[in-house]
């Protein structure tokens, strides 16, 4: 009502006639959008079905239908029949440790390129910038090799290494922003009241710090988590493998059996989907943030 | 305050491990593919120097030429489809209630790992029991097609769930690019007149402009490089038709232990991937003063 007295206050026909033209135009937006949803959801909810049915169930029954007994223990099976859960504590582990390292080592470079006064900072920024376009698979034989060489094929290590290396620069990129925007003032004070280079780094920068360190340990867990050409590479034993190549080599053993398929999936996706549910404002605001490489 | 500040055993210290770190595990690995890429090498005995050989092997391996069309052709595939996702998030942006949850929806695929996705999409297009095909047949069509073992289909079969992996990401990247435009031009426009196509095209696309230029490197990059989801699906098959340039330096590699050609090729996918850096920054450079003038 209100908006149609504005209209016609303003000279009304054409304000009505774009208002019915717009609330068309809005289903259509609309059914676009939840068109798109769909798209997006669809194959996962197919995943959660097939994986709580047997193979009578996903050959014979309608693709679409629900599980009519459910069978949990396809999960069961999987579990305690792989090494899954060696598979999963090792991602996690190995996640946690690359993304701690790198997020550290990142702020430090960071601090010392935008804060501190030294001939060549220029020079290292490029480097690591230059290092964003560099394709992992270009440098996968000689690491390979050198990792040969001093031993660390089929070593955690390899792996540390290589995540740290190559998330380093993405993650200088978002913390340079928010360096280049802390007030200079807090490290003046710091300074007249004796504090040391190292005391003003940890006990104010870091803190002051937290929101985006906490985006960048965000994007540095979610490649470190689903990281495979590395894995595949250079581990082979069962002990160190993550769970994207052990997800990997786990279904090969079960190619025709469609629920222990479905349920090996659902395990090693579920992870990143609770986290999703509870975290997912800093991850759209992580993945944002660190998209804008280039 | 500036001598404090530029204090340089600290300096070393905060720099040196990262530094150190990204010249052992990216730069000199870099340039030891170019070396290698000049030797006949099996990867574990010793290395023989046989100058170019390998670079001219690889300019006449056709192998290696379909493997560079097929990457290309999914580097058209990914920038064509960020036209969709423009237009998407374009729709997203429109004010509309809902906006964050579906934004949030479409992101959930780009955060599993390629390899879930991979197994995933295996069983969607399976040809028998996969859930695009038991579609098709409810909807009458008689014999539809084996997605991934026919030569001709494979690419495209394959870039469904790339372009299902992707979506929300350049989608979320349009989306915060379009909120940051100040509302005032939208309705400063309003009043004059123009409708909602208009606004989109001559005030948003434009200042949309310089994040669209990175989406278009990170897609035909992205696509250059494109290895997991391939190697899992279809290993390159049916019979090198879906081959791409870093699947095809794997298996030269870690199968056919041949890392002289391996480098060789690893080599060529690194001046490709800065080429086409380069050139599409230079393209979307002068599109741009174009518009402005």
Same mark, same amino acid.
Request: proline share 4%; glycine share 6%.
């Given at each position: ?74 999960? #069961? ?5 792989? +090494? ?63 990792? +040969? ?34 007030? #200079? ?110 | ?52 050989? +390998? ?77 695009? +095909? ?160």
């Amino acid at each position: 009502m209100m908006s149609g007295t504005a209209g016609q206050l303003k000279g009304g026909s054409v304000k009505t006639r774009s208002g019915a033209a717009g609330k068309i135009g809005y289903v259509v937006l609309y059914i676009i959008l939840i068109a798109v949803a769909v798209f997006q959801l669809f194959p996962l909810v197919w995943l959660l079905f097939f994986s709580l049915k047997n193979n009578q169930e996903v050959f014979n029954l309608p693709p679409l239908s629900l599980p009519t007994h459910p069978h949990w223990e396809n999960y #069961k099976k999987v579990w305690s029949a792989g +090494n899954i859960d060696v598979y999963f504590l090792n991602s996690v582990w190995i996640t946690i440790v690359a993304t701690v390292l790198t997020v550290v080592l990142g702020s430090l470079v960071t601090y010392a390129i935008t804060r501190m006064k030294w001939k060549g900072s220029n020079l290292v920024l490029g480097l690591f910038m230059v290092a964003m376009m560099i394709p992992v698979h270009s440098t996968l034989i000689p690491l390979f090799s050198m990792f +040969n060489k001093i031993h660390l094929i089929d070593h955690p290590l390899s792996l540390i290494l290589s995540y740290v290396a190559f998330n380093m620069p993405i993650t200088i990129m978002i913390l340079l922003g928010f360096y280049y925007a802390l007030p #200079k003032e807090v490290e003046e004070a710091a300074v007249l009241d004796g504090c040391s280079v190292n005391q003003m780094f940890f006990r104010i920068v870091l803190p002051m710090t937290s929101s985006v360190l906490a985006t960048t340990g965000i994007i540095n867990m979610i490649y470190n988590w689903n990281e495979f050409i590395f894995v595949n590479t250079f581990i082979s034993s069962d002990k160190f493998k993550t769970l994207t190549v052990g997800v990997q080599n786990f279904i090969g053993q079960y190619t025709t059996d469609w629920g222990a398929i479905g349920a090996t999936l659902m395990i090693s996706i579920l992870p990143i989907l609770i986290a999703f549910l509870f975290l997912s404002d800093r991850i759209v605001e992580g993945i944002a943030a660190g998209s804008v490489k280039g | 305050m500036d001598k404090v500040m530029s204090n340089k055993k600290i300096i070393a210290l905060y720099v040196l491990p990262s530094l150190l770190l990204i010249l052992a595990i990216v730069y000199i690995p870099i340039v030891l593919t170019g070396y290698y890429g000049l030797n006949e090498w099996n990867g574990i005995g010793s290395m023989k120097f046989i100058g170019f050989d +390998n670079y001219s092997a690889l300019i006449k391996d056709h192998l290696f030429w379909s493997s560079a069309g097929h990457s290309l052709l999914l580097a058209v595939f990914s920038a064509l489809s960020l036209i969709v996702y423009l237009v998407i998030a374009m729709v997203l942006s429109a004010k509309l209630k809902g906006a964050n949850l579906f934004r949030k929806i479409y992101l959930i695929p780009m955060l599993l790992s390629s390899v879930a996705i991979a197994q995933l999409w295996l069983k969607i297009l399976h040809p028998t029991n996969g859930i695009l +095909n038991s579609i098709l047949e409810s909807l009458g069509v008689d014999n539809p097609p084996a997605w991934l073992a026919e030569p001709n289909l494979v690419l495209f079969a394959l870039f469904i769930p790339i372009l299902w992996q992707y979506a929300g990401f350049y989608i979320l990247i349009y989306y915060a690019a379009l909120k940051n435009i100040p509302t005032s031009l939208e309705e400063a426009a309003k009043i004059d007149g123009a409708t909602s196509l208009q606004i989109a095209y001559k005030i948003k696309l434009p200042l949309a402009m310089e994040v669209i230029k990175v989406t278009i490197v990170l897609a035909v990059v992205g696509s250059l490089k494109y290895f997991d989801l391939i190697y899992v699906m279809t290993d390159g098959g049916p019979n090198g038709s879906s081959e791409v340039m870093a699947s095809y330096m794997y298996h030269q590699a870690f199968k056919s232990y041949d890392f002289g050609y391996g480098s060789a090729i690893g080599f060529f996918l690194l001046i490709i991937c800065l080429v086409a850096t380069w050139v599409i920054r230079k393209l979307t450079a002068s599109k741009d003063t174009i518009q402005y003038s």
